[in-house]
């Protein structure tokens, strides 16, 4: 029997732990769970030990954000499968059955994410990877059931097992072995976006990621960034920047920038006219930020296998805002 680590990444969460703990304890039958803290300055610490003493703890010595959060803990976690969880997600009973199941049926399958249900409307897809992630021709990163902001109603359209091109840190299950082949996520990314450049990678190397929407689960979102806050649109304006430098062939990479280059510009236009400043200076910041770590990002491309036909869709930003296509199966004919 696999053996599956439920690791959940904390920073000062104790409402949350407290809020979405149980229905993980409830529902993860056969696997183990631990609790990777950011060296948190509340009190989650002792409100597992007090409450969930089963629940094994990881102390990490600083906040490293995501990706050096995982990527120091999971060193010291042995299991054949990591699943990589947010704080915030309520989990559904047999949510694991699924995702065993594809993971013994195909051996090249390294990556799976089940479907996310948005926890406040739960007949809704969740923002946050929803029936699973695909990039376009230019990049830009894009789900079955969310283009941008547009979300899309479950009527059991994503209820399939499907290979995508990358499956949310929200809910994350990967092999032990592929994670240590690809040396974790990028720890430069921080936070947002650091899950696609880990598929990509994967994928560069031969690898499947799969979503399975018989298994789902509810996220909350928002907990540590909202989709207001200019920090995340920085974070994201970046990060997306930075896999494509390190991910993309050099002929295809370099005129993709330069055209992301442009289309942020006009991003930044239309935040001005929403009143939206500071989110436009959070796209100046990521330029900049690009900019100077071009050089050290760019060391990182790997002599891998490069996907000859990576994306789904030509352009989503210009199916979106001026076809104002909303849905995926309209955009994307399988």
């Given at each position: 029997?696999?053996?599956?680590?439920?690791?959940?990444?904390?920073?000062?969460?104790?409402?949350?732990?407290?809020?979405?703990l149980p229905?993980?304890?409830?529902?993860?039958?056969?696997?183990?769970?631990?609790?990777?803290?950011?060296?948190?300055?509340?009190?989650?610490?002792?409100?597992?030990?007090n409450?969930?003493?089963?629940?094994?703890?990881?102390?990490?010595?600083?906040?490293?954000?995501?990706a050096?959060?995982?990527?120091?803990?999971?060193?010291?976690?042995?299991?054949?499968?990591?699943?990589?969880?947010?704080s915030?997600v309520?989990?559904?009973?047999?949510?694991?059955?699924?995702?065993?199941?594809?993971?013994?049926?195909?051996?090249?399958?390294?990556?799976?994410?089940?479907?996310?249900?948005?926890?406040?409307?739960?007949?809704?897809?969740?923002?946050?990877?929803?029936?699973?992630?695909?990039?376009?021709?230019?990049?830009?990163p894009?789900?079955?059931?969310?283009?941008?902001?547009?979300?899309?109603?479950?009527?059991?359209?994503?209820?399939?097992?499907?290979?995508?091109?990358?499956?949310?840190?929200?809910?994350?299950?990967?092999?032990k072995?592929?994670?240590?082949?690809?040396?974790?996520?990028?720890e430069?990314?921080?936070?947002?976006?650091?899950?696609?450049?880990?598929?990509?990678?994967?994928?560069?190397?031969?690898?499947?990621v799969m979503?399975?929407?018989?298994?789902?689960?509810?996220?909350?979102?928002?907990?540590?960034?909202?989709?207001?806050n200019?920090?995340?649109?920085?974070?994201?304006?970046?990060?997306?920047?930075?896999?494509?430098?390190?991910?993309?062939?050099?002929?295809?990479?370099?005129?993709?920038?330069?055209?992301?280059?442009?289309?942020?510009?006009?991003?930044?236009?239309?935040?001005?006219?929403?009143?939206?400043?500071?989110?436009?200076?959070?796209?100046?910041?990521?330029?900049?930020?690009?900019?100077?770590?071009?050089?050290?990002?760019?060391?990182?491309?790997?002599?891998?296998?490069?996907?000859?036909?990576?994306?789904?869709a030509?352009s989503?930003?210009?199916?979106?805002?001026?076809?104002?296509?909303?849905?995926?199966n309209?955009?994307?004919?399988?």
């Amino acid at each position: 029997m696999l053996k599956i680590a439920v690791v959940i990444l904390n920073w000062n969460g104790e409402k949350l732990l407290e809020q979405f703990l149980p229905s993980v304890q409830a529902h993860s039958k056969g696997a183990e769970i631990y609790v990777a803290d950011n060296a948190s300055t509340d009190n989650s610490i002792s409100f597992i030990k007090n409450n969930y003493p089963s629940i094994q703890i990881v102390q990490n010595t600083t906040n490293g954000g995501f990706a050096k959060g995982y990527n120091d803990a999971l060193v010291h976690i042995d299991a054949d499968i990591y699943c990589l969880l947010n704080s915030d997600v309520e989990v559904t009973e047999n949510w694991l059955t699924p995702i065993r199941n594809i993971f013994k049926k195909d051996y090249e399958v390294a990556i799976v994410q089940p479907k996310i249900l948005d926890y406040k409307q739960k007949d809704y897809f969740e923002y946050a990877g929803a029936a699973g992630g695909f990039i376009d021709q230019l990049g830009y990163p894009f789900c079955r059931g969310r283009i941008f902001q547009a979300l899309e109603k479950d009527k059991g359209q994503y209820n399939d097992v499907k290979e995508i091109f990358w499956a949310t840190g929200a809910c994350m299950f990967i092999k032990k072995t592929v994670f240590n082949e690809l040396k974790g996520f990028d720890e430069d990314y921080f936070a947002h976006q650091e899950e696609v450049d880990l598929c990509w990678r994967a994928k560069n190397h031969g690898h499947k990621v799969m979503y399975v929407g018989s298994s789902k689960i509810y996220h909350l979102g928002g907990s540590t960034l909202s989709n207001m806050n200019p920090k995340k649109t920085y974070l994201n304006f970046r990060n997306s920047l930075y896999s494509i430098a390190k991910n993309l062939p050099r002929k295809k990479a370099f005129p993709i920038i330069f055209i992301r280059l442009l289309l942020d510009g006009v991003a930044g236009i239309r935040f001005i006219f929403q009143g939206k400043l500071n989110h436009c200076l959070a796209i100046l910041k990521a330029h900049l930020s690009f900019y100077k770590n071009f050089n050290k990002i760019f060391k990182k491309r790997e002599k891998a296998k490069y996907m000859p036909n990576y994306y789904a869709a030509k352009s989503i930003v210009w199916s979106h805002f001026v076809y104002h296509i909303r849905k995926f199966n309209i955009l994307v004919k399988d």
